[in-house]
Antibody, heavy 117, light 113 residues
Framework: EVQLVESGGGLVQPGGSLRLSCSASGFTFSNYWMTWVRQAPGKGLEWVANIKQDGSEKYYVDSVNGRFTISRDNAKNSLYLQMSSLRAEDTAVYYC??????????WGQGTLVTVSS | DIVMTQSPDSLAVSLGERATINCKSSQSILSSSNNKNYLAWFQQKPGQPPKLLIYWASTRESGVPDRFSGSGSGTDFTLTISSLQPEDVAVYYCHHYYSAPLTFGGGTKVEIK
């Protein structure tokens, strides 16, 4: 069974940093593009970033480019999102997503990030 | 960036009746190299992550009931629930994966009339 388990969310002050992690199991992690998608409270879905199987390609939505960094460790079956210069508008549930190509097949349960003073 | 526009924002349908959700992309998401539309549909129930229903605009994900179908090409797409069931109450999102940044539609809330 495919499992994606996010961790690392919490309350952080504006301007602060946070690192999200996603632990994958039940599939060959190194064969999948991996993605972060977020959802602000009561709002729709926003694609944040994705990373190629070997980490050689990364893409970001403009609103986080330069502040967030996506990375992966295939030996640990793990995906990461390093977030810095956090803003109130970054408050959201962050989902770890795995896909065949860029199709978002498998989703974690999400981890809540709250940016507030 | 490709903008995905869904309509309506919400709809109420009687049990057993048809529900139709529309999605329009700001530019074509049909690839000339493989003749595929890079369009997916997701269902999200309260407190749950989204679930993939349809990809390549019309291919049903494994395990998805056949009352769900996707159609359309180029810039105009439709998700149809042929006979609405109580468990179909949810928010539905269209999503393109044609080019970065990938984007989602604003969502359509489906309720029982």
């Amino acid at each position: 069974e495919v499992q994606l388990v996010e961790s690392g969310g919490g309350l952080v002050q504006p301007g602060g940093s946070l690192r999200l992690s996603c632990s994958a199991s039940g599939f060959t992690f190194s064969n999948y593009w991996m993605t972060w998608v977020r959802q602000a409270p009561g709002k729709g879905l926003e694609w944040v970033a994705n990373i190629k199987q070997d980490g050689s390609e990364k893409y970001y939505v403009d609103s986080v480019n330069g502040r967030f960094t996506i990375s992966r460790d295939n030996a640990k079956n793990s995906l990461y999102l390093q977030m810095s210069s956090l803003r109130a508008e970054d408050t959201a549930v962050y989902y770890c997503v795995g896909g065949s190509g860029w199709i978002s097949d498998h989703w974690g349960q999400g981890t809540l990030v709250t940016v507030s003073s | 960036d490709i903008v995905m526009t869904q309509s309506p924002d919400s709809l109420a349908v009687s049990l057993g009746e048809r529900a139709t959700i529309n999605c329009k992309s700001s530019q074509s998401i049909l690839s000339s190299s493989n003749n595929k539309n890079y369009l997916a549909w997701f269902q999200q129930k309260p407190g749950q992550p989204p679930k993939l229903l349809i990809y390549w605009a019309s291919t049903r994900e494994s395990g998805v009931p056949d009352r769900f179908s996707g159609s359309g090409s180029g810039t105009d797409f439709t998700l149809t629930i042929s006979s609405l069931q109580p468990e179909d109450v949810a928010v539905y999102y269209c999503h393109h994966y044609y080019s970065a940044p990938l984007t989602f539609g604003g969502g359509t809330k489906v309720e029982i009339k």
